[in-house]
């Protein structure tokens, strides 16, 4: 129903800065909340940053300050701006988004399939 498409990743040095986009697709759906999450290699998956389409936005304790999150409710698209990059941000990122489909009332989690920053020291 909904496909979300990353881009942005790569290499970059650490104090430098990365902006990630998802776009979102499909039909007969209204996207909630999207976000941004991360996994590093033996660690857990962790929410990094997430807005709703009213603009209310949520950070990890981690990122806060360096990380800001923003949307385009008409694409629909969510961005990542990442900026004083650490190499402990290295990690996949995945988009996330909640969205309602129309035709059955209900609300799923959709996630894209992930983009890679490194960030080296």
């Known amino acids: 129903q909904v496909q979300l498409v990353e881009s942005g990743g790569g290499l970059v040095q650490a104090g430098g800065s990365l902006k990630l986009s998802c776009a979102a697709s499909?039909?007969?759906?209204?996207?909630?909340?999207m976000g941004w999450y991360r996994q590093a290699p033996g660690k857990q998956r962790e929410l990094v940053a997430s807005v709703t389409s009213a603009g209310s936005t949520n950070y990890a304790d981690s990122v806060k300050g360096r990380f800001a999150i923003s949307r385009d409710n008409a694409k629909p698209t969510v961005y990542l701006q990442m900026s004083s990059l650490k190499p402990e941000d290295t990690a996949v990122y995945y988009c996330?988004?909640?969205?309602?489909?129309?035709?059955?009332?209900?609300?799923?989690?959709?996630w894209g399939q992930g983009t890679q920053v490194t960030v080296s020291s």
């Open positions: 996330a988004a909640d969205a309602l489909t129309r035709a059955t009332m209900t609300i799923s989690t959709y």
């Open positions: 499909g039909s007969d759906f209204r996207i909630n909340r």
